[in-house]
């Protein structure tokens, strides 16, 4: 089952919260990264976005992805075909009647969404992420 214990960076639900407010986190932020609650589909801020960078927790600043491996989905989240290697940990999920891989992140166990096996080639899988659990660093020394 999932345990939350044996992350490396574990702080308690009053710390997190007052990080993410520091942040300016997305106001669901704290419930999807830490109640593994879900956002709406086409509500956040990310779904949207395909300026090159990387996006990395929001709890802790690990980077997750880089905005080349996002690919639009169309199932109302940002998706990406392939994570860091080693920075998300998979926990199978069998709540709401459906078994399903759920995706963290290795440092602070931050819910980040869901991993299903229909992705585009070559990994064949769709890491569906939330965006309150993200955030976006845009590519360094763009010229407008
Ligand atoms: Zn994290």
Known sequence: MTSRDDFPIQKTDAEWKAILA???AEPGAYQVTRQAS???PFTGKYERVWADGSYHCICCGAKLF???TKFD???GW????????GAIREIQDASHGMVRTETVCAQCGAHLGHVFPDGPAPTGLRYCMNSASLDFH???GKPE
């Open 138 to 140: 845009p590519a360094p």
């Open 38 to 40: 879900t956002e709406r």
């Open 73 to 75: 989905a169309g199932c």
């Open 22 to 24: 520091q942040k300016g």
């Open 78 to 85: 940002p998706s990406f075909s392939l994570a860091v290697p």
């Open 66 to 68: 880089d905005a080349g």
